[in-house]
């Protein structure tokens, strides 16, 4: 039987795959292993992204926590960086994000957090999923007085959000020009008023969702018109979110987009020269480019390498004790300051260092040289992707290419935590070979796992 919960979190088609008889289940179990141990009665913070489905999905989680309880506080459309944060602030017990990042529209997602502002252990999840499939076994349900309440916006989240982003990053943005697209989904308020209110000359698209919209054509996984606006507004930076704003993408004055390897890097190395950066080291995953490496052995900086997913960059932080990590899509960590990927933390700290350094972003990628990467998806059945190489003539495929780029270059193949897909990546000196040799293997991949 397939794991319930991803790299992050529970999710699927909502109304089919995460239905709401899963969510409020994932309610009950979440909430009561995840305050079991309380003498209190315990207080969880849910909040979600714009999709039309929320508010269905939002009702049947609460239903469940207030069901073993606990109190639900809903505090509406906010980011989700903004519910760790939120969590402990206000010292709850936990908090849960009801979004699918960056998926489609149709997706859903639920994931929890823990009284700390972190993302559960592989440990714990496991721990909800079991309950679940145990039909809760001896749990029993409270009735009466003890059933827990339900609030709505004891807090406005998003003003609090915003002022904990100008208090933690205060640059100063006037006279920079910035376009920002905020993919239709819970960006749209939080960034638009932070960048504002630091004086940036600001101009916003994708800030309209209307539940069906969210990344849509739009957002980190759409640059092209981000790219376009940069050049036409003649800005002088472009940042794109996600759906739920973990991530953030970058583009250049001359509409080159910088992704999170870039990112990190430029980073980074402000961070070294101001002492800030823990033990010279960044975390990355190993799907980060090979020139992130060389950038780091040049420029005197470690890079460790996790699997991919942003819960494990976070628990190499934890163990080691370093400040700065993330995934080349644009997650990046600031342990510092938030206990989870935060696509406006990373912006501000992007801005900041153009800002002190008074040069031009295209000047600051220089830092790094991206060696060609090709990276392709190949679609399969979600209980198959674990199985890819259960498959003799996927498995031969693979072993060839590896033997072809060896020395040269890598191929890395891994099934997405998050979505039906298998993900196909190789590195090399030519990038018209790469991406034919990563595309061949992907039809390979679909063809043989039908």
Do not use: W
Request: aromatic fraction near 6%; charged fraction near 25%.
């Amino acid at each position: 039987m397939a794991r319930m919960f991803g790299t992050d979190g529970v999710r699927g088609v909502a109304g089919t795959e995460l239905t709401i008889d899963l969510a409020m289940k994932l309610g009950q179990a979440g909430a009561y292993v995840l305050t079991k141990e309380k003498a209190h009665q315990p207080t969880i913070l849910v909040g979600c992204d714009t999709r039309i489905s929320g508010g269905m999905l939002a009702n049947a989680l609460i239903a469940g926590i207030c069901s073993v309880g606990a109190n639900a506080v809903y505090m509406g459309v906010v980011p989700t960086p903004a519910i760790a944060y939120l969590t402990q602030k206000h010292k709850a017990d936990a908090g849960v994000v009801i979004s699918a990042s960056h998926n489609p529209m149709e997706f859903n997602g639920i994931k929890f957090f823990n009284g700390d502002g972190y993302k559960l252990s592989d440990q714990l999840e496991d721990e909800i999923e079991a309950l679940i499939r145990d039909g809760f076994g001896e749990v029993q349900m409270p009735v009466g007085a003890e059933i827990g309440k339900v609030s709505y916006e004891m807090t406005d989240a998003r003003r609090e959000y915003v002022a904990f982003m100008k208090e933690t990053v205060p640059v100063d943005l006037h006279g920079l020009r910035i376009v920002i697209d905020c993919a239709e989904g819970a960006s749209y308020f939080t960034a638009v008023e932070t960048l504002k209110e630091l004086g940036a000359d600001l101009i916003a698209i994708h800030v309209s969702p209307d539940g069906t919209n969210i990344n849509a054509g739009c957002g980190s996984t759409h640059m092209e018109e981000l790219q376009k606006r940069v050049i036409a507004e003649g800005a002088d930076v472009g940042l794109a979110f996600d759906g739920d704003a973990d991530r953030m993408l970058a583009v250049d004055e001359l509409g080159n987009i910088v992704d999170g390897d870039q990112i990190m890097a430029i980073i980074g190395n402000y961070m070294k020269e101001k002492g800030t950066l823990k033990q010279n080291t960044i975390v990355a995953t190993v799907m980060s480019n090979l020139g992130f490496t060389l950038m780091g052995e040049k420029c005197g900086i470690q890079i460790e390498r996790t699997s991919v997913g942003d819960r494990y960059v976070l628990e190499h932080m934890l163990a080691h004790g370093y400040n700065i990590g993330g995934e080349q899509s644009g997650h990046i960590i600031f342990l510092d300051e938030n206990t989870t990927g935060d696509g406006l933390l990373s912006g501000l700290h992007l801005l900041e260092v153009l800002v002190a350094s008074r040069k031009k972003l295209s000047q600051l990628t220089g830092i790094m040289e991206v060696l060609p990467q090709a990276l392709v998806n190949a679609k399969v059945a979600n209980d198959k992707k674990e199985k890819y190489l259960e498959y003799p003539q996927v498995a031969q495929a693979i072993e060839a290419l590896e033997k072809k780029f060896a020395g040269e270059g890598r191929v890395l193949i891994r099934p997405s935590g998050t979505e039906p897909l298998v993900r196909v990546m190789i590195e090399g000196k030519n990038q018209e070979e790469i991406e034919g040799e990563a595309k061949a293997l992907a039809e390979i991949i679909v063809k043989n796992m039908l």
